[in-house]
């Protein structure tokens, strides 16, 4: 399976910045990537998704940025609203069954 | 987008009782399922991948005699838990992918089921 992890578990950022949420993923021969949002109580969310052959993707008021290089994942939202208050989780796989890491907390502040 | 409608969101059952949940992709077929559990400011751990017309396959530690899934049409998955001790209560979440359309929509999930057992 696949080893994916989060850098920190809790992310603390006042409303209206923008929000980085990083992740590292171990296999190098990983071709697709998702972020997930969790709100309390609920299933996960689709964020957005990239693809191997792609180094940044945007969203409306989101994007993914990969290094293949050093393995590691980023998501940026923009001008973070209360709304983004939840758990993010990466996903890294290639067409195979998901294999959440930790998920880091997104907590914004009023 | 695809849909998964999870059933119920909701159930508390006594201990030694069997307790089925429902997974169905609304909008799309889906011949792979996914449960997963998840306890409480964890991850989500994935149970087993159920493949329609196939037996699921179980992840390591998953006792397949105390999970039971069926994965009888493209559209609905089931998870019944036998026997359910209050070790099983957690919250189970299933998800589902739409054969080529998994780029832009990623696995669809669906709303969990929070499982209480007493």
């Known amino acids: 399976g696949e080893s994916v992890g989060l850098h920190l578990p809790t992310l603390s950022v006042q409303e209206g910045d923008n929000s980085i949420i990083n992740c590292a993923y171990s296999n190098s021969a990983s071709d697709y990537f998702i972020w997930y949002k969790q709100e309390s109580g609920k299933g996960p969310q689709f964020i957005i998704d990239?693809?191997?052959?792609?180094d940044k993707r945007q969203g409306q008021r989101v994007t993914v940025l990969l290094n293949k290089t050093v393995k590691h994942l980023s998501l940026q939202i923009a001008a973070t609203q209360p709304g983004d208050s939840a758990v993010y989780f990466c996903e890294a796989g290639a067409n195979s069954k998901l294999t959440f890491g930790k998920g880091i907390t997104l907590s914004v502040r009023p | 987008g695809a849909v998964v409608s999870q059933h119920p969101s909701r159930v508390i059952c006594k201990s030694g009782t069997s307790v089925k949940i429902e997974c169905r992709s609304l909008?799309?077929?889906?011949?792979?399922m996914f449960w997963y559990r998840q306890f409480p400011k964890q991850s989500l751990m994935l149970m087993a991948t159920?493949?329609?017309?196939?037996?699921?396959?179980?992840e390591q530690g998953v006792e397949k005699d105390k999970f039971l899934i069926n994965h009888a049409s493209l559209t609905l998955s089931t998870l019944t838990v036998t026997s359910a001790h209050p070790e099983d209560s957690s919250f189970y979440i299933c998800?589902?992918?739409?054969?080529?359309?998994?780029?832009?929509?990623?696995?669809?999930f669906g709303s969990g089921t929070r499982l209480t057992v007493v």
């Open positions: 159920s493949n329609e017309g196939s037996k699921a396959t179980y």
């Open positions: 909008d799309f077929q889906a011949t792979t």
């Open positions: 998800s589902a992918r739409d054969g080529d359309r998994v780029f832009d929509y990623g696995y669809t």
């Open positions: 990239i693809r191997s052959n792609m």
